[in-house]
């Protein structure tokens, strides 16, 4: 069956614009998270959906927003985008809940300018 | 909250040999522990994973090692071939309330 996909895979935006990265989960899956990977700081857990149901936030500003639909795709938006924002932006999505069992898609590159 | 610490983030071995990765966690409550194979321009690529009431779980040429008490896991990798050269990371996590922490990656490189 099909993986994990997301798009865009490349992104190339200015400072102060926002940007929206769209994740397609395995299908049956419920379950998608994302996360910000950057070679300083790692892998970071930025929010986890459920049944359209936020279940857990990472910690970062109130800019970084998502959503997630009936249908289970999910959506992260980042508003007034900063230099250190450029990272690659990883989903996966779970059968069940918190990352138990979670496949990865290839990522958004966003590169801030 | 959870802190996961992964050692070494360098490894080289040659062909053949045998390469361990491990990692300490610091919530005595995760009990869900996965490793990840990230290559060049991917996406991590779950391995294998191990729950605590379990303490060693192998596939073929990799296995995994939990130590509940010393709150540690290993992920050992024989026979090593150059196709394995990638970016490990491993994981922790509570399963069902809590979202994975991962180490900061362990670069392995094999040399043929």
């Known amino acids: 069956k099909a993986g994990v996909t997301q798009t865009p895979r490349y992104l190339i935006k200015t400072r102060g614009q926002q940007v929206t990265l769209s994740c397609s989960p395995i299908?049956?899956?419920?379950?998608v998270s994302w996360y910000q990977q950057t070679p300083g700081q790692g892998l970071q857990f930025l929010f986890e959906?459920?049944?359209?149901?936020?279940?857990n936030k990472g910690n970062f500003p109130g800019r970084f927003s998502g959503r997630q639909f009936s249908n289970s795709r999910s959506e992260m938006n980042v508003s007034t985008l900063e230099l250190g924002d450029s990272a690659l932006y990883l989903c996966?999505?779970?059968?069940?809940?918190?990352?138990?069992?979670?496949?990865f898609g290839q990522g958004t590159r966003l590169t801030v300018v | 909250g959870e802190n996961v610490e992964q050692h070494p983030s360098t490894l080289s071995v040659q062909e053949g040999d045998s390469a361990v990765i491990k990692c300490t966690y610091s919530?005595?409550?995760?009990?869900?522990f996965p490793w990840y194979k990230q290559e060049l321009g991917k996406g991590p690529q779950l391995i294998i994973d191990?729950?605590?009431?379990?303490g060693e779980k192998k596939d073929q040429r990799i296995a995994v090692t939990l130590n509940k008490t010393a709150k540690h896991f290993s992920l050992h990798i024989t026979e090593t071939q150059p196709e394995d050269s990638a970016v490990y990371f491993c994981?922790?996590?509570?399963?069902?309330?809590?979202?994975?922490?991962f180490g900061k990656g362990t670069r392995l490189s094999v040399i043929a």
């Open positions: 996966a999505s779970s059968l069940g809940v918190s990352g138990y069992e979670a496949f």
């Open positions: 299908s049956g899956h419920r379950s």
């Open positions: 959906y459920f049944s359209e149901t936020q279940r």
């Open positions: 919530d005595s409550a995760s009990n869900y």
């Open positions: 191990i729950r605590s009431n379990v």
């Open positions: 994981a922790a996590s509570y399963s069902g309330n809590t979202p994975l922490v």
